[in-house]
Every structure is written in C-alpha cells, then in structure tokens.
C-alpha cells in the first residue's frame, strides 16, 4: 500500500497519509536502532515520539479554515466599503465632529480585519505585514494632507472652487494631487506584496478572499481627498 498525498487549500500545504507499518519516519527509525543497537522498547518509544510528532505538524500546520471564520473575513471588509464613507459623512455632519477621530477608527477596524482575514487563512506572521504597512501608508498620507492644508490654504479653511484659482494651484497639488497619487502608488505596491507572499506559502483560490479588505482600503484612504476634490475643485457639493 502506497502513502497518499493531499494539497490543503489554504495554505496548500501537502499532507501526507501513510500506513503505520509503511510510514518512512517509523521505517527510517526502525532501521536506525537497529545500527546503534537500541533494543525494542527504545525503538517503540522513538516511533511513538514520531507519530506524535507528525499529528502535531498536521494539526496546527494542514488544518482546514472553518467555512464561517472565511465568510466573516470576507463580508465584513466588503460591508465597511460600502458603508464608511456614507457613515463617516453623515456623523461628521450631523454631531458637528472632526473627520479625524472617525477615519483613525476605519483604520483600527482594517487592522482587526486584517488580522481576522490572516489568522482564518494563512496563520503566518510575515503575511500580515503588507497589511500593517497599508494602513502606515494612509496614515502617513493623511498627516501629509493636512501639514499641506495648514501650510498653503488660507485660515478661513478651504472655500468652494478654490483649487481652481491661480493662487490655489499650488495648494492643490500638494494637499490634493500628489499625495493622492503617491498614497496610490503606495498601497498597489504593498497588495502586490501581501499577493505575493501568500502566493508563496501555498494559497491560490484563496487569494480572492482579501479582495474586499483591499477594496476597503482604497476607500477609506480615498475619503479626504473625495472631500477635498468635491471643494476645492468644485465637483461635488459635500
């Protein structure tokens, strides 16, 4: 009787089945003691030791996600883009509250999110990295955005089409163009990470689950400079 082998998906680590009598570590082990003399209970301790061994590496490496810890990492990153920029402006307006407070606790719900999203599907530390670096990045744009704003917009905060002026162009760019292209640039780059570093601990078809906490990043990060473009460019009335 041959072993059979069996891709877990995710991670796709292999997993191994082998009869007890045909297992190659019980086998590699009976033959060693057999070389340095061990006797028999020696041998049945070492073997028994093995298979312990073995059950451990399946249980904590091979184990299969729960389908409703996959379905929790999947659904709610997708109901948060949906939903925080409508939440975010209608409690802005309505409390009379500073967005900030409200953007930096999108920010905390990405990173539980995340840490939902990595611990349900790939149990891997390193793989939680892009994400933690994504919400560095937004939070490092955001602070950009408003040094920028103080700095070159006038005290009486930015009025209705004032990017569009002569002397809003520089304010424009850099409260509004730039940063917002650079927080682009930054947040592709670290998807493209995080893609790549599941991709080389075995998951495939899984891949697709981190597609709306991605998505929802991109929107929060974006919910400024909605704001921004829709005053200072005149666009949208907010």
């Known amino acids: 009787m041959v072993g059979a082998c069996s891709r877990s998906h995710p991670p796709g680590i292999l997993k191994c089945k082998w009869p007890h009598s045909e297992n190659p570590v019980s086998q590699d082990l009976r033959n060693g003691v057999g070389v340095i003399g061990l006797d028999s209970a020696s041998s049945n301790g070492l073997e028994r030791i093995s298979i312990e061994v073995q059950r451990m590496i399946s249980r904590s490496i091979v184990e299969k996600p729960r389908t409703w810890k996959v379905a ?3 659904i709610a990153p997708m109901a948060v ?9 209608i409690v802005s307006s309505e409390f009379h509250l500073d967005t900030s407070p409200i953007l930096v606790g999108w920010c905390v719900v990405l990173i539980g999110l995340a840490a939902w999203l990595n611990q349900a599907l790939v149990r891997q ?3 939680l990295l892009p994400f933690l670096t994504a919400i560095g990045v937004i939070l490092f744009i955001w602070l950009w955005q408003r040094q920028a704003s103080t700095s070159l917009v006038p005290k009486t905060g930015l009025t209705w089409g004032y990017f569009l002026t002569p002397e809003g162009a520089k304010a424009r760019f850099w409260v509004l163009v730039c940063p917002f292209w650079v927080g ?6 670290c998807c493209v990470v995080a893609v790549v570093s599941w991709w080389r601990r075995g998951a495939r078809r899984s891949l ?5 906490w991605w998505l929802a ?3 929060i990060f974006a919910i400024p400079s909605v704001y921004l473009d829709g005053q200072g460019n005149a666009s949208i009335f907010i």
């Open 72 to 74: 929790i990492a999947t």
């Open 217 to 219: 990043a991109f929107v």
């Open 208 to 212: 697709a689950y981190m597609i709306p």
């Open 81 to 89: 883009a949906v939903f925080a920029f409508p939440i975010t402006v």
């Open 125 to 127: 530390v390193r793989t």
């Open 184 to 189: 682009v640039t930054c947040l592709s780059l």
